[in-house]
């Protein structure tokens, strides 16, 4: 009789203690999976390509290697169809992530004077659940409800414990008491398409501007600080706090090794994986030779910053602009790179019996053309089924919009973006067979209507089912580079 409520006891009192381990906001993604490399989101330039989303990769945190052949990984189609200052976002629980970034475009529409003057007042988002299969795009209105705001720039998060939510904290240009200069706004948000009234974050006296902060989170017995957040306002400052949203100390600035904020901006932090030492990548924006790492094993203490010597690193060949580095478990990492390493191949595929002619996308929809102009549009990597990735399957990614894929819709084709549902994965994926008309060739059947294959029809690509000897040669085709 006094067994079973003392055995009732302990059961209530452990399944008490794994549901506060489970709901601790801070807990880290897969606890017992450590993280083994790096991720960097970044933008490269000003142009409509190098202004989209990059990624690098790296196993030490400081050698980089540029992924999908140094091209873009997501690019934006909405806004000014431009993104900079990208930061990649990981949930408490590690099943999803965000990213979040600047609608910018300089050079593609958009001069500095507009973009400063009246710029988007939004962020372009997307979502995803691997770090592979990215949402549709979708913008996130930050500055609108600020008084005569007048752009939204370079945007970061950091989840913070103490409300349960993610503070999202960005630049806009404001005038206010005498001086028209960018200021550090911030707003609460816990899923990036809804937040809070935007509040002031950091401002800084008189004319002095502050666009670019990223905050890094200490852990318990390094530094005297929780928090330590890195800002280009004029100098690049150092500042601590025990509180995201509380009280921060000032404690100093990286001028005593000859960086101030007139040769280097767009502050990034690293921890190292093994250890307790970061690194403060800045971005050589004056002089044009990108990101410098500057390492500490204690970043609430400015004297213990020092210079990484030149040898002690390589950023790629891509040049890397204001950015964030996530850090990543091996599965992660072999997601990543199976996706976007550099072993995936660029593909033109050709058609069997118009062989002048390429499967091309064009305003979204798709055909076999001839001469096409840009190239890119006849270009394709060929990856891993999207709904199964068994022996065979495949699906098409377009080079120029990485992120859209080949899907078929009541049996025509459509270049679409990765929603990542099981419809969309499905539509895209299709099986490669022998070819219909030569054995030496292939064809390539659907994964989810098998008795139908991809095939031209008036040079208009179409999902058919195949009969005629016309048929089965409008559905071969050649894999040529």
């Known amino acids: 009789m006094t067994l079973a409520p003392r055995r009732l006891t302990l059961i209530g009192l452990v399944s008490v203690l794994l549901l506060a381990l489970i709901s601790i906001p801070g807990r880290p993604a897969a606890a017992a999976d450590p993280y083994t490399g790096y991720l960097m989101a970044h933008f490269t330039g000003e142009s409509s390509t190098g202004q989209q989303i990059y990624l690098a990769h790296s196993t030490d945190g400081l050698r980089w290697t540029d992924l999908n052949n140094g091209s873009p990984v997501v690019r934006t189609t909405v806004g000014t169809r431009g993104v900079r200052d990208p930061a990649v976002v990981r949930s408490p629980a590690g099943d999803r992530f965000w990213i979040i970034a600047t609608d910018l475009c300089i050079s593609c ?20 659940t691997d770090l592979v299969n990215w949402s549709a795009p979708w913008l996130l209105n930050v500055a609108g409800a600020i008084p005569d705001g007048r752009n939204a720039w370079a945007p970061e998060a950091i989840w913070n414990p103490a409300t349960n939510d993610y503070v999202l904290y960005w630049a806009t240009n404001v005038p206010q008491n005498g001086a028209t200069k960018h200021r550090i706004y911030y707003a609460r948000t816990t899923n990036f398409r809804s937040i809070t009234t935007p509040q002031a974050y950091i401002t800084r006296p008189g004319a002095q501007e502050i666009i670019d902060t990223q905050i890094v989170e200490l852990p318990t017995g390094v530094g005297s600080y929780r ?5 280009g306002d004029g100098q690049i400052t150092i500042e601590g706090s025990n509180s995201i949203l509380g009280t921060w100390t000032s404690l100093g600035n990286l001028s005593g090794i000859g960086l101030t904020g007139s040769q280097v901006e767009g502050p990034m932090w690293l921890k190292f994986n093994d250890r307790n030492e970061w690194t403060l990548y800045l971005d050589q924006y004056s002089s044009g030779r990108g990101y410098l790492p500057v390492l500490s094993t204690n970043p609430s203490s400015t004297s213990s ?27 992660e990492q072999s997601r990543v790179l199976a996706r976007w390493g550099n072993t995936v191949a660029v593909n033109r595929i050709q058609s069997y019996n118009f062989t002048d002619r390429y499967i091309r996308h064009i305003n979204n929809d798709a055909r076999v053309d001839p001469n096409v102009s840009p190239a890119a ?104 580079s």
Not at 442 to 456: A, C, L
């Open 377 to 480: 549009d006849a270009q394709w990597r060929i990856v891993p089924g999207l709904a199964s990735t068994a022996s065979g399957n495949v699906s098409f990614e377009s080079v120029n919009f990485p992120g859209y894929f080949l899907r078929h819709v009541n049996y025509d084709f459509v270049l679409a973006a990765n929603d990542n549902t099981a419809t969309f994965r499905s539509d895209a994926t299709f099986t490669r067979v022998a070819g219909l008309a030569d054995s030496g060739a292939v064809s390539f059947r659907s994964y989810n209507y098998p008795d139908r294959y991809i095939r031209h029809y008036s040079y208009v690509l179409r999902l058919d089912p195949i009969s005629t000897a016309t048929e089965r040669a409008d559905a071969t085709f050649r894999i040529t």
């Open 227 to 231: 928090y330590v957040r890195a800002s």
């Open 305 to 331: 910053y020092r210079i990484a010597g030149s040898g002690s690193y390589n950023m790629g060949a891509a040049r890397k602009r204001h950015g964030s580095i996530l850090n990543v478990t091996a599965a």
């Open 109 to 128: 529409g958009q001069d500095w004077n507009t973009a400063i003057n009246n710029g988007s007042r939004s962020f372009v988002v997307w979502e995803s």
